[in-house]
């Protein structure tokens, strides 16, 4: 008699999964990090007139350093492990683009009453952190608009959700919607690395950013999935941003001059 067996989990499949999801984390984290290796390169090479820290200048280095270890990644990627479509096109049936711009404009508005609640509470004036010179202000509301989409985009979006989803291609299905657990997770990603809004922001603040950067982030990585292409996210990024900044320009330029 051949004795029967009982189906087991696909171990060797199971723990690939595994280690496509820390390696995704790694990246998550270490992309960002190696952009600001990168930035300090510059800087001292070019002898560019930027501090690091939390200023306007260092973001526009920083953000470029990380897109660049981002593509330099994906290409080895394409060319080894995961000859797969990154995204990087103009979506070739529907674009997205105006659900992104719907529910970035949306999601703007969602972040400045999270960010700012507390000056909405008190009838206050918001500080934004630097001078209102018009220098700043064109400087942020490009960085915000048009600079950090595909900046943020292609490294989180691009690179992690198809480098997770090669691994891992089970899916979440509620109702009629159905999505790749690796956008979902990498969105997890995404938002685990804003909890440093915690050291600088009473927990109420940095708790409704952790949830609304989760929430942008599964809806970045449903329309990358739907539209097999990375120009809604960043769209859908850079609206969302782009609103916050435009509002709260509006609500400081309402106060009269001192």
Do not use: C
């Amino acid at each position: 008699m051949i004795p029967t067996t009982t189906a087991r989990p696909d171990k060797p499949r199971t723990l690939m999964a595994l280690a496509a999801l820390i390696a995704t984390a790694a990246l998550g984290y270490g992309v960002p990090v190696a952009g600001a290796y990168l930035a300090h390169l510059a800087i001292a090479v070019l002898h560019l007139p930027v501090v690091p820290g939390a200023n306007l200048g260092w973001l526009y280095v920083q953000h470029a350093g990380q897109l660049l270890v981002a593509l330099i990644l994906i290409a080895i990627l394409k060319r080894s492990l995961v000859p797969a479509d990154f995204g990087l096109h103009w979506p070739r049936s529907k674009t997205y683009v105006w659900p992104a711009i719907l529910w970035g404009t949306l999601f703007g508005a969602l972040m400045t009453l999270v960010d700012y609640a507390p000056e909405l509470i008190a009838h206050s004036k918001p500080d934004p952190g630097f001078a209102l010179t018009a220098a700043n202000i064109s400087g942020w509301l490009f960085f915000e608009g048009v600079y950090v989409g595909p900046t943020e985009e292609i490294p989180f979006r691009s690179l992690l959700i198809t480098l997770l989803a090669a691994a891992l291609p089970a899916r979440l299905r509620v109702g009629r919607l159905e999505m790749r657990w690796a956008g979902i997770l990498v969105a997890l990603i995404f938002a685990l690395l804003h909890a440093s809004s915690f050291d600088s922001r009473a927990w109420p603040q940095a708790l409704g950013q952790q949830v609304y950067a989760f929430a942008l982030g599964v809806l970045y990585a449903y329309w990358l999935e739907k539209s097999g292409s990375i120009v809604a996210p960043i769209v859908g990024h850079n609206v969302s941003d782009l609103v916050e900044y435009l509002i709260l320009f509006g609500w400081i330029g309402s106060y009269p001059s001192a």
